[in-house]
């Protein structure tokens, strides 16, 4: 034992020190593999895990280098620059404009626990502040600094920081003060800062006359200390241009024409400004009058060139592109290529082809495109240097190609051959063989394609080529620099390209099976029956391999079978393009099915181990699956349990709208039809003879998910022990679990090469020997014993659960290895019965030999029938947000609680990475009921790099300049929902949270075809909130228009917003509707009798006032407490409870200490279950500045709890004819309705909660669903 586990050690070790010594060299990818394996073997080292952990950071793999560095944390919870390494990953990880708190929250936590012992440090502020700032709160900024500005007024910085979080906000004038204070302290007098108060003053809408003047000298003063701008012959503009403020800066360039009129750079920023708008026209026509004055400046010509080519003036910005390319001292090729493909544009495919030419001939040598011959008029010695030359090199090639045709580099060769000796046919097809047999994207190919398809007189055929010399083509308006800053993006915008770009390649499949890991499985079964079918003759085949070792002899020189490699260029290419798509897992979380393309996903098993939503160890780790699943235009399955796996499992049976039929599995035919001379090649290479009792041994793999761990010391001595029965033992496991046992040298064993098809195998052997792997359902065809050696079924069940008990599977189940071997002895005696009838009735009654051609019919030659919503019952999808703790998830909660299940389907969409690891959060996830059928999202969104830069500047600055500007991001959230969603049927589209901005455009984007019915809600007062909280509202509400009703949860909170909004966002006045909230009062009574009051003691003398909400701005509480300070001198009995957390709980525990108020008022925090507190407080008091419809106004009056209530829109809704009181929002208010409570001067009705709640659904399916 010492021994093994000495040599154990030593394998591991050596592992980790090839990781390291790659590490060193900052080869991060071949590091990664090395920390990769030593985790599968060492499965607690913490540092192998934090070097992956690094390594993916340093490949901007953010979400898998947190997961790495978590588990190393887990396992060394102490080591303090881990923990910074995961704060870095983390900020990675937090979006801007996400609007949710993330995984970097843990800084800011910490930030406010030091506040709370250490407030008045102002550097822990401004620290908070930046945290804040980068995540988009800069409502919470804004306190945060006012703050640090108290504590010491002394830092110019200070206020410009706060001046800019103003700005954000859109509070422009106060933004100004803040500036001034600024530059009072500010000795330095920066041009910007004078600047930025000229912009706030100028900006605010009162545009009364002082602010007017005054930004004006501000302006003039900025101006005059400009030192980096040139502002002083520009202008103003010349500040707009360098904050990318664009549209300013076309109207101050206008003004400043007329002060200039003669200054040809004045014209060129003024043309530059508008192409930054998208208004064409309008920068061809500056840029004209630019170089009207001066056209000595090629960039200018060039950039007149790309405005024309946007306006689709083809021909103009051709010549405009070749003037600026010819008249540069340096060559640029992109200039010519621009050049060349607006020339193709235009249909002028000659010239297109001399520029395309021009643009790469600095670089591409001509391969002797003329033989040069001894002497003109004699032949004989032409053709003897030319067979001399070119025949005997094409044979030779030819011949190499024979033998190897999977290497691109001999087919690059031939084509140089071909093309040197004039042969421009067989050029092109050489070249382009090597095109699909090369992963990485490689221009010259193209270029030397697009060469000879000129030469050959085949125009425009060779500009389709020439342009796909640049994989990023495409006319961007965008700055290119994020495609080396983040390899991400960069994979992610590559197949954008491709998707957007490529035509569907007829006749063309492409197979993948276990994620390029091997050519095995269903797609292997498939793909044999395919590749002798007659039909597939003019077929192309590509298979995805990850590792060209593992690709069979017999197929590597079959020329019309091409071999790719998971996640290459070639295989985004292939993916963006081929016809048909076969796969056995997922394709990556990139992949968009296009229309006209056909996918058949076969999974890869019938089911013991649990699936989808049933895996235990990451929360919805079958996101990918299931989206992949919503892309299949067929989904294939063995019988029905696997069926009602797929799709409950996954959840996706509401929305699927492919066809998925139980055909049986075509791999099964592999081992039905085996021959008797492959079965006896197959004992000839596991070792065994024709007499031997051939038992397999084939444990499923344990661990995390996606990560395959086992207990090689016990597997060890479980072969030793097989080894000495009367059989032949053979065996098979993953690989890395291969490779160990290879290691131990155990005499009797024999691995099973991998060549050998795994249900080829299994009809070439006697017994299996397995545990929870899907192979024993493939081997009940044989009717041949099985035994279950579920040694560790405990501890298997509980961390990746069971279906079904073993027991009730046809065979034997062994729990140690007595009866392991005593089971063997008993089968290799015949001395134990095995009967497979049942289990092949229950599996594998369709697997009759012949499910290939059954599937290859349905797939590639019946028409696809029309399945949608196959239940008749209405579709509904929701987004309901990050699941934080608050009214609205209750008012969801409780509407989904009554959504009658016999006519609507309910689906919900959630961003994994908003819940998982927020255990507050997670518990309200929990609460959903497990009918609802829930989609991860997963991945990125794609962009392309232009609309990456229009999304950004969106984010920052909340809207964009021109209509053509939103149709690109329109068309980038149109693809994003279909990469989410596929084809999906969805009658009603339901943004219930109402606040998420990439939500809301997806959403307002979602293809009419299949979606009817698109809603969002409106929960408060929006206005008070886009100007008081969340500026990036204005998006929000831009995108209203998209909606088919917007629906606010009060009547008066739906006047109040569409009187606010409608007009100047110019939306129809008929798409405002309300419905009030619906309750769950059985709820709310059950949850208010539990005896726990959380550990708080209630006194019979005393009078107890209870808030709940969020501690933040809108909810006021601090006007509730200083009212309450007032109440206490009158009336010393009373308590105040307060019951919620968030970004004020520092401000309320400082102001409570302040008055004096501690053990008076009492600060909660956030209580899983408040009902109990409720119900034995005396009244509940409501502070809100602004609200849409309370629900906890609604709560109170379910337990008949008096209520006083500022009078604000949505509380007045609540109340009005109910019971409670609105007092003015003050502190007078506050204070007067409570004293009047406690002198009984109150009257409260009773709540008819049964007439409310049947009405207030009512409201929904009436008004919304219709």
């Known amino acids: 034992m010492l021994l093994t586990k000495l040599a154990k050690k030593i394998c591991q070790s050596k592992e980790y020190i090839n990781g390291i010594s790659l590490y060193k060299k900052k080869e991060w990818e071949k590091a990664l593999l090395f920390f990769e394996k030593s985790i599968i073997k060492k499965t607690k080292h913490a540092e192998s895990y934090f070097k992956a952990g690094i390594c993916n950071l340093k490949l901007h793999r953010y979400e898998e280098a947190f997961k790495y560095i978590s588990k190393a944390l887990e396992l060394e919870p102490s080591n303090i620059q881990w923990k910074e390494q995961l704060e870095q990953c983390a900020r990675h990880l937090d979006k801007l404009n996400n609007h949710m708190v993330s995984k970097s929250s843990t800084e800011e936590d910490l930030l406010r626990e030091k506040l709370n012992t250490d407030f008045n440090n102002p ?91 005054s930004s004006k000298i501000a302006y003039a ?87 024309l080519e946007r306006s689709q003036k083809y021909l103009d910005a051709a010549v405009a592109y070749q003037f600026a390319a010819q008249s540069n001292i340096k060559h640029i090729s992109i200039w010519y290529y621009r050049s060349g493909y607006a020339y193709a544009k235009a249909n002028k495919y000659r010239q297109s082809c001399e520029m395309y030419i021009k643009a790469y001939d600095s670089s591409q040598e001509i391969y002797a495109s003329q033989i040069k011959v001894i002497d003109n008029n004699d032949t004989h010695l032409n053709s003897y240097r030319k067979k001399l030359k070119y025949e005997s090199r094409i044979n030779t090639l030819e011949s190499a190609i024979s033998n190897s045709c999977i290497n691109y580099g001999l087919w690059y060769e031939l084509g140089k051959t071909y093309e040197s000796s004039c042969n421009w046919n067989d050029a092109v097809i050489a070249y382009h063989e090597g095109i699909m047999r090369n992963n990485t994207y490689t221009k010259d190919y193209y270029y030397r394609i697009g060469y000879s398809l000129f030469r050959d007189g085949n125009y425009q055929q060779a500009c389709n080529f020439f342009r796909k010399i640049e994989i990023f083509g495409t006319p961007y308006g965008a700055p290119d620099d994020i495609l080396t800053k983040n390899l991400t993006f960069r994979r992610n915008a590559t197949y954008t390209e491709f998707y957007e770009t490529l035509s ?56 019309n079978v091409y071999f790719v490699s998971r996640q290459s260029d070639l295989y985004m290419q292939c993916l963006a393009s081929c016809e048909f798509l076969i796969n056995n897992v997922s394709f990556p979380e990139y992949f968009i099915r296009k229309k006209g ?76 039809n085996l021959s008797s001379e492959r079965k006896e090649y197959i004992r000839r290479k596991i070792n065994a003879n024709v007499y031997d009792k051939v038992v397999l041994y084939a444990p499923t793999w344990r661990g995390i998910h996606g990560k395959a761990t086992l207990d090689i010391e016990k597997l060890k001595n479980d072969l030793e022990k097989l080894a000495d029965q009367d059989c032949h033992i053979v065996f098979r496991g993953h690989h890395m679990i291969e490779k160990l046992v290879s290691e131990q040298n155990i005499s009797g064993i024999t691995i099973v090469p991998s060549e050998i098809d795994m249900n080829e195998l299994l009809g070439a052997i006697d017994i299996l020997i397995t545990d929870y792997s899907s192979i024993a359902f493939d081997f009940f065809v044989m009717n041949r014993p099985v035994i279950y050696y579920a040694y560790d079924i405990e501890q298997y069940n509980n961390e990746r659960g069971l279906y079904f008990p073993l027991n009730e599977l046809p065979g034997t189940v062994c729990f140690n290895d007595v009866e392991l071997l005593n089971t063997l002895s008993g089968y290799l005696r015949n001395e134990i019965y095995f009967d497979a009838s049942k289990g092949i009735d229950k599996f594998c009654k369709n697997d009759d030999g012949s499910v290939c051609g059954k599937v290859i019919e349905w797939f590639f030659f019946e028409e696809k029938s029309i399945l949608l919503n196959k239940n008749k019952n209405k579709n509904i999808l929701f987004y309901i947000g990050p699941f934080i703790p608050n009214g609205i998830l209750s008012s969801w909660l409780n509407l989904i609680s009554v959504i009658d299940r016999d006519k609507y389907n309910i689906s919900l ?137 917007i629906v606010s949860v009060s ?139 309370p629900m906890v106004l609604f709560e109170a009056m379910i337990l008949d709890k008096p209520i006083i209530s500022t009078d604000i829109t949505g509380s007045r809704s609540a109340l009005e004819g109910r019971s409670g009181v609105l007092v003015e929002n003050s502190v007078d208010g506050l204070f007067n309705g409570m004293r009047d409570f406690i002198l009984g001067r109150l009257e409260f009705k009773h709540f008819d909660i049964e007439s409310y709640q049947k009405n207030a659904l009512s409201m929904f399916y009436e008004k919304c669903l219709h």
């Not at 200083?1122 to 105040?1136: S, T």
Request: aromatic share 14%.
């Open 909 to 1045: 969409v959630v961003d994994p990475k908003s819940i998982h690891g927020f255990q507050e959060r997670f518990e309200q996830f929990k609460r959903v009921s497990p009918d609802i059928q829930v989609i991860g999202t997963c991945g990125n969104m794609l962009y392309n790099i232009e609309e990456k830069w229009l999304n950004d500047k969106l984010n920052n600055q909340f809207t964009l300049a021109s209509k053509e500007m939103y149709d690109i991001l329109d068309h980038a959230y149109q693809r994003e929902f279909l990469r989410l969603f596929g084809y999906s049927h969805i009658d009603h589209l339901i943004h219930f949270e109402g606040y998420n901005q990439s939500w809301v455009i997806r959403f307002a984007n979602a293809p009419k075809d299949t979606v009817r019915n698109k809603i969002i809600f409106q929960h408060n007062d929006k206005l008070s909130e886009w100007r008081e909280r969340f500026p990036y509202l204005r998006v929000v509400f831009d995108f209203y228009k998209s909606y088919n009703k």
């Open 221 to 307: 003063t900025a101006i005059s200390l400009d030192k980096k701008l040139n502002s002083n012959k520009f202008g103003i503009g010349a500040f707009h241009q360098y904050k990318g403020r664009w549209a300013k800066a076309i109207d101050a360039y206008e003004k400043h024409t007329s002060i200039n009129p003669l200054c040809a750079e004045l014209y060129y920023r003024l043309g530059l400004s508008y192409d930054r708008c998208y208004q064409w026209d309008k920068a061809a026509e500056n840029y004209r009058k630019a170089l009207s004055l001066d056209e000595n400046h090629p960039y200018w010509h060039y950039r007149l060139g790309f405005v």
């Open 123 to 213: 550097k822990l502020h401004d620290r908070l502040a930046e945290v804040l700032h980068k995540k988009g709160r800069w409502w919470q900024e804004v306190d945060t600094l006012k703050n640090a500005i108290k504590l010491d007024p002394s830092i110019p910085e200070r206020y410009f920081k706060l001046g800019t979080a103003l700005e954000k906000m859109g509070r422009f004038n106060e933004a100004s003060i803040y500036y001034k204070k600024g530059l009072e302290f500010n000795k330095k007098h920066d041009a910007i800062w004078y600047y930025a108060l000229g912009y706030s003053l100028e900006s605010d809408e009162t545009n009364n006359v002082e602010n007017v003047r």
């Open 1051 to 1189: 009547e008066k909170t739906m006047e109040l917003n569409r009187d606010n909004l409608s007009e100047f966002f110019n939306i129809e006045h008929d798409k405002f509707i309300y419905c009030d909230n619906v309750q769950n009062p059985d709820e709310v009574i059950k949850k208010s009798d539990d005896i726990d009051t959380s550990g708080f003691i209630f006194e019979n003398d005393k009078i107890y006032f209870i808030t709940l909400g969020r501690l933040s701005v809108e909810k006021d509480q601090q006007k509730l407490i200083n009212a309450f300070c007032r109440l206490q001198k009158l009336y010393p009995n009373i308590e105040l409870l307060i019951l919620g957390d968030g970004p004020l709980k520092i401000d309320l525990q400082r102001q409570i200490i302040t008055l004096g108020l501690e053990k008076s008022v009492h600060l909660l925090g956030r209580i899983s279950n408040p009902f109990p507190l409720l119900k034995r407080a005396d009244c509940f008091v409501l502070s809100s500045n602004h609200e849409g419809q």
């Open 597 to 672: 393309q056909r996918y058949l996903n076969t999974w890869h098993g019938t089911p013991i181990k649990f699936l989808g939503k049933d895996i235990k160890d990451e929360f919805l780790a079958h996101k990918n699956v299931a989206r992949n699943f919503l892309h299949t235009t067929h989904l294939l399955s063995p019988n029905t349990h696997t069926t009602n796996i797929l799709l409950d499992r996954y959840d996706i049976s509401n929305i699927f709208s492919g066809e998925i039929k139980e055909l049986g599995y075509p791999r099964i035919d592999r081992t039905i």
């Open 504 to 559: 569907i390649e007829k006749n063309t499949i492409l197979y993948e099976s276990f994620h390029g890991a091997s050519i095995s499985c269903n797609p292997y079964a498939l793909f044999l029956d395919i590749i002798d079918d007659q039909r597939f003759d003019n077929f192309r085949h590509i298979w995805v391999i990850n590792n060209e070792k593992k690709i069979p002899e017999q197929l590597k020189n079959k020329k």
